[in-house]
């Protein structure tokens, strides 16, 4: 069975700003210290950077890797280094990343959640000295199994119908 191919839309600007905006208050819930809780903002800048290049890049990352380095208490510009490289990486790779159905998109953003990570991991263990152990990559792991879920629920507003009305203009 084939499953259907939509034409999408063009995205809207606003939409890009409240996903973003989305994903950075779930970040902000008082989640703690739990193993396994994906960074949201991550996963919807590289899908912004994987699917609309030009309207979501480096600088939007680095802007919400400084809001997330204050939420967090942080070293200031650990989030924002590592969300920039991201936003880079997911860039380079956009083009090569849509051909792929999901489940292998998903197999392309691990090792850049993956790189993301390690960079936090990098400068907290310089500054602090500290491992937090091997399941702080656990989060990682966990926003790919939620790639095709955000994929779906941010490519939504743009789908259009596949039986075409023909009595509408689009």
């Not at 400084?66 to 790779?93: Q, R």
């Amino acid at each position: 069975m084939n499953r259907p191919y939509y034409i999408l839309l063009p995205v809207s600007p606003m939409f890009i700003a409240f996903s973003l905006f989305c994903a950075f208050l779930l970040n902000l819930l008082p989640w703690g210290n739990f193993i396994g809780v994906p960074d949201f903002v991550a996963l919807v800048l590289v899908f912004w950077g994987i699917h609309q290049p030009r309207r979501v890049g480096i600088g939007t990352a680095f802007c919400l890797g400084l809001l997330m380095d204050v939420h967090d208490s942080t070293l200031l510009g650990e989030n924002a280094l590592a969300y920039t490289l991201l936003s880079y990486f997911a860039i380079m790779l956009h083009r090569r990343v849509l051909w792929f159905p999901l489940v292998t998109q998903a197999m392309h953003v691990f090792p850049l959640l993956l790189m993301a990570q390690s960079i936090q991991l990098l400068v907290r263990f310089i500054v602090s000295g500290k491992f937090p152990g091997w399941f702080y990559f656990v989060e990682s792991a966990v926003s790919v199994v939620l790639w095709p879920l955000a994929t779906w629920i941010l490519l939504a507003p743009q789908r259009r119908a596949v039986d075409r009305d023909h009595t509408r203009p689009i």
